[in-house]
């Protein structure tokens, strides 16, 4: 005889979300419709929540626009909350006939048979700065397709190119309303012009914000470290991996930034093709990005890129090195290592760099660049005997470690 568990749900509500409303059904444990459905406008979610559900109740609604927002409002008052990616329930995505009731029913039902996969709820402060992160990001693809145009514009008339490196600064903006160009066309140059200046300017209040915030980070530094990874890199990769305890390995991680490869192993056949490209595309960009600036800039990656060169694609192997410093990361973040490939002044010049990146006066307890660089290599225990370190043309003293022996 089964004895029920009192502490398990005994309803399994299903939630179709929209704009403007959303539709619930609930079935039982036997996946009968006990309840619903039920239509209920956004504006009115705290009062059905109160009316309707109890702590019993195990709610599972499909990531969308107002997904967080449900999250936080249900939370608290039901016995657990369960966000499942769309592409996961194929019985709605692929279903030729599809109506709300229909999607929040099969929801319910297959939560309760325990079918559906969740993914992770990440706190508030990790959504925010996934948000912020992606605003910048989309700053940077507003300028970087108004600049597009104005190039195109200069290809279609034939023009000389413009005399200075960057073109698109506010000194340079004269020399492009001078462009003998039909009126339309200096109009469309004009908002063009506009676009760049606002999208620079929105990127550098946005970075400003995230250098405060990245100062008063400790998993920062441990990713600075690693070659190709700056502040705005690591604060995408920490907003992208959230906890890191999430993945008991570094494969794992890898799985999760979509970098691992297809792998098919049935009967006689067995192949490996391409990335997945399944996980997260800010945390992949942001590894790949990393990989272009380690395999320019750094003797280990750069020697490693070539040889992969020798076997494979340049795009394949930049691919490998994002996935060699993906595992290098969650290392650095899991046990707080410090990057293998590279020397003891190396890793101090990487802090001495993030500290001005980052502005002095933004760095934790008032402390200087110098006094910064030396408490990050006493936290990763390096760097007794490292009395200087050579920044271009100068020499700088480090304060002495705090390290015994």
Known sequence: MCIPDDSAPLRYIGLDIHKAYFVAIGVDRNKEPVFGPQRVPNGQLAAWIGRELTARDAVVLEMTTNTWTMVDALSPHVHSVTVTHPPHVHLITRAQVMTDKKAALILAQLHAAGLLPAVWIPPAEVRSLRALVAQRWKMVWLSTQAKCR???????????????????????????EALPVEPLEAFRLQSDLDTVAFAQAQKGRIEACLARFAAQDERVPLLAQIPGIGFINALTILAAI????????????????????????????????????????????????????????????????????????????????????????????????????????????????????????????????????????????????????????????????????
């Not at 290599?377 to 100068?394: A, F, M, P, V, Y």
Request: aromatic share 10%; hydrophobic share 35%.
């Open 150 to 176: 104005l190039q195109s514009l200069l290809h279609r008339y034939h023009f000389d190119p413009p005399p200075k490196r960057d073109p698109y600064t506010l000194p340079m903006r004269a020399w492009w």
């Open 242 to 405: 959230g906890d890191v305890s999430r993945f008991p390995s570094a494969n794992q991680l890898v799985g999760y930034a979509g970098l691992g490869t297809k792998v098919h192993d049935s009967g006689q056949t067995q192949w490996r093709g391409r990335i997945t490209k399944l996980g997260r595309r800010d945390l992949r960009r942001a590894m790949v990005e990393a990989a272009q600036a380690a395999a320019r800039c750094h003797d280990h990656w750069r020697a490693k890129y070539q040889q992969l060169c020798r076997q494979t694609a340049p795009k394949k192997a930049k691919v490998a090195i994002a996935r060699k410093l993906l595992i290098t990361v969650w290392h650095a973040l899991t046990y707080g290592e410090v990057d293998r490939f590279a020397t003891t002044e190396q890793v101090a010049c990487s802090f001495f760099a993030l500290a001005y990146k980052l502005q002095v006066k933004n760095l934790p307890d008032g402390m200087s660049a110098l006094q910064f660089t030396r408490h990050h290599l006493d936290r990763l225990g390096i760097g007794q005997e490292l009395t200087h370190i050579r920044w271009g043309s100068k020499t700088y003293k480090l304060p002495p470690s705090g390290l015994s022996g």
